[in-house]
């Protein structure tokens, strides 16, 4: 699977911006995916997840307290692409976001990078104050 991430933007607080990542292959739908960020000097963190359908269009999802009721995470089966909605930008939103594939056919909620197989290139936000 290859991932495409784009959508990033220099943006002032408040402000909302909507990352995709388009991915390649036909399994795309079967994948557990997530977007995790880094900001300059500090670890890869979560930032969101979301499961694999069953073929449905219900989905579990997760989110990092720091994001929680601002950032959705959705996808689009058809267009094998996961979005993050992202509202109420604030300055320590600032960082590069990366979407990641997982596991294949599971309803697990994944949060550590290292469960994580594939991974796009990253897209820059950055909000300023």
């Known amino acids: 699977v290859q991932l495409q991430a784009c959508g990033g933007g220099l943006v002032q607080a408040g402000a909302s911006l909507r990352l995709s990542c388009a991915a390649s292959?036909?399994?795309?739908?079967?994948?557990?995916m997530g977007w995790f960020r880094r900001a300059p000097g500090k670890e890869r963190e979560f930032v969101a997840a979301?499961?694999?359908?069953?073929?449905?269009?219900?989905?579990?999802?997760y989110y990092a307290d720091s994001v929680k009721g601002r950032f959705t995470i959705s996808r689009d089966n058809a267009k094998n692409t996961v979005y993050l909605q992202m509202n109420s930008l604030k300055p320590e939103d600032t960082a590069v976001y990366y979407c990641?594939?997982?596991?294949?056919?599971?309803?697990?909620?994944?949060?550590?990078?290292?469960?994580?197989?594939?991974w796009g290139q990253g897209t820059q936000v950055t909000v300023s104050s």
């Open positions: 979301i499961s694999w359908g069953a073929g449905t269009t219900y989905y579990s999802t």
């Open positions: 990641a594939a997982g596991p294949s056919y599971s309803w697990t909620i994944y949060q550590r990078p290292s469960d994580y197989k594939y």
């Open positions: 292959g036909r399994t795309f739908s079967s994948y557990a």
